[in-house]
């Protein structure tokens, strides 16, 4: 049964039943839990990219909001001047990609609360462009009717339409982060986390790595800012504030940082449980951030942490229930043993 | 000591450090092919500074390092392992929270294309068998004999000709020593070359064939391992030895 629960099998029954479950959703819910949804998705790869950097690189990185709004600002002022929506979508990954890879220079001289206070201040940076430069920006107004792609005749711009066009994109774009974190790329990632001076002597190149840790999660978060500006169609500077930042950093945190599944739940419990919530008003975001400071107190790993922790108890007992068992067959066998090897 | 075809490795006139602190001051020595040889030296001599400036970790400012004939001199950690040299570092270098298997996995990071890394690894589970029973639990619940062994497994996992180890025996019980250097001599045996760094350098001298004496990141001595072990300057220096037995 443990066995199971840790199994690919298990996981990948999981993955499929929660596809599964987000083709029919449309069937059963009004526009606006769709929205809901889709606005999970696009939260979740933003997550999965910081959760590449983060989680499994172990570079800390405050700007993966900034780096959603210069995915959506790219895509939404390409496809407002008429370019094609999948170049546009391209051109946001290139270029937070490009912008990644340069934030990621400060990491190779320094870590931890330092580097959190370089990414802060590029966050503030961007948001200061995003705010100030009108001629590029639209400024405070920000950018509106942000047209919904038609691609091969399939018009998208209806929020069932629109929907599966997210949850599309969400798969190929997750599937492309698991392929990563399984190839020798996620393997030097986490050696590079866990150690780099070990790594460097394993030929893991560490500054590159470094480098391209910060790129990857970037440029997802990119694609993540690109699929945002269609689903809402207008945003403003203030939707990637440092407000995002942060929230993304809770959600890889929240969900588990360094598991693949983790960013999913985090978002989830971002972006959904406000909604379930509502019934308690006001004090919602007193549960929430109570909830938060429990999990982190009791269960810092997030909480695939949780569930992992909880398995590996029921096995350990099982171990150990089968261990008393057989030392008592064996004490049964040898009696007195014990006493009669010391003298 | 030997001839100059027989060199695999040699040090010429190496200047290295960190930032103004200059450690190797011309550090010169040869190593022969399928050796062991030890380097001792007294703490700060550079023992470790010369493995890292080998191993491309520390930048040589002047000075060549040649490998069976090869300029290395700088060359990254993975040409280095590419050409064939691996590097054990001093202390634990398992990374605690992967699995065993996930661990050996990184050993091949910088394997070639074309090399079987999963081949591999199942030889290396052969060799050791507690690497398979443990293969999915975290390296971090090992003991720390079974911790070296997964090293140097990981180690030997692209079929190094030069191994560089630092320290192998720090930490471990004396029954583990003996084994860790049952398998150093084993690896001799097959044309693998040892050079290693030693604080229990009485037992290491014992299984070598060559010892450098290090002082102040010059080669102070350059002898066969039996030598040095007689030399009463360094039975009173660095084996232990008090005066009067080294004396007489």
New interface residues.
């Given amino acids: 049964m443990m066995d199971f629960l840790t199994s690919r099998a298990f996981k990948g029954t999981v993955f499929v039943l929660l596809v599964a479950g987000l083709i029919i959703l449309p069937f059963f819910l009004r526009p606006f839990g769709l929205l809901l949804v889709a606005m999970w998705m696009v939260h979740a790869v933003a997550a999965l990219g910081l959760n590449l950097t983060l989680g499994y690189a172990g570079q800390i990185s405050m700007a993966q909001g900034a780096f959603v709004g210069i995915g959506a600002y790219c895509t939404g002022l390409m496809t407002l001047a008429g370019v094609p929506y999948p170049v546009a979508f391209l051109c946001s990954g290139a270029l937070c990609f490009a912008i990644g890879w340069i934030l990621g220079y400060p990491a190779l001289r320094v870590q931890h609360h330092y580097l959190a206070f370089v990414t802060l201040a590029f966050s503030t940076l961007v948001f200061l462009v995003m705010r100030n430069e009108e001629w590029l920006t639209n400024g405070i107004y920000g950018l509106t009717d942000i047209p919904r792609p038609i691609l091969f005749g399939w018009n998208t711009g209806k929020a069932k339409d629109f929907y599966f066009f997210t949850l599309l994109m969400t798969s190929i774009l997750a599937f492309c982060v698991w392929w990563i974190i399984r190839s020798p790329w996620g393997r030097a990632f986490v050696a590079l986390r866990e150690n780099p001076v070990r790594a460097l002597s394993l030929g893991v190149d560490t500054r590159r790595y470094t480098l391209m840790a910060f790129a990857m999660g970037s440029s997802i978060g990119g694609f993540a800012g690109a699929l945002y500006a269609p689903l809402v169609q207008f945003f403003e500077p203030n939707s990637f504030s440092l407000t995002l930042s942060l929230k993304l950093l809770l959600m890889v945190i929240v969900g588990g940082a360094g598991t693949f599944f983790g960013p999913f739940i985090g978002a989830a419990t971002e972006v959904l449980l406000p909604e379930w919530l509502r019934i308690a008003q006001g004090y919602y975001l007193i549960i929430y951030a109570m909830l938060v400071m429990v999990l982190m107190m009791f269960c810092p790993t997030g909480i695939i942490g949780l569930g992992e922790r909880l398995i590996s108890h029921l096995r350990q007992k099982k171990i150990s229930s089968e261990r008393s068992a057989q030392a008592q067959v064996m004490g049964a066998d040898k009696p007195g043993q014990k006493e009669g090897a010391g003298q | 000591m030997d001839t100059e075809h027989n060199t695999v490795l040699a040090l010429d006139n190496i200047v290295a450090g960190y930032g103004a602190m200059t450690i190797l001051n011309g550090t010169t020595f040869n190593v022969r092919r399928a050796t062991i040889t030890t380097v001792i030296g007294p703490n700060g001599a550079g023992k470790s500074t010369v493995f890292k400036t080998i ?1 491309g ?1 520390l930048k040589a400012r002047t000075g060549t390092i040649t490998f069976d004939g090869a300029d290395i001199t700088n060359n ?3 040409q280095l ?2 050409r064939g040299i691996c ?3 001093q202390g634990r ?6 699995t065993v298997r ?1 661990n050996l ?3 091949g ?2 394997a070639p294309s074309g090399i079987n890394i999963d081949e591999r690894i199942e030889a290396a589970m052969v060799r050791f068998p507690i690497l398979r029973q443990k293969a999915d639990v975290q390296a971090s619940t090992l003991s720390g004999g079974q911790q070296k062994l997964l090293e140097i497994a ?1 180690g030997l996992l692209l079929d190094p000709t030069l191994i560089l180890i630092d320290e192998p025996s720090i930490g471990l019980s004396p029954l583990m020593v003996q084994e860790t250097f049952d398998i150093l001599k084993d690896l001799r045996a097959k044309g693998v070359t040892i050079l290693m760094v030693e604080q229990n350098a009485k037992s290491a001298l014992q299984i070598s064939d060559d010892g450098l004496v290090l002082e102040l990141g010059r080669t102070r001595m350059a002898e066969t391992a039996e030598t040095l072990l007689n030399d009463p300057r360094v039975g009173q220096l660095f084996l232990g030895g008090a005066m009067e037995p080294a004396a007489a």
């Fill in positions: 191993f970790m990254t950690p993975r392992l590419e590097y054990v570092p270098n398992i990374f605690p929270e992967l996930h996995e990184l050993g990071f910088a990981r």
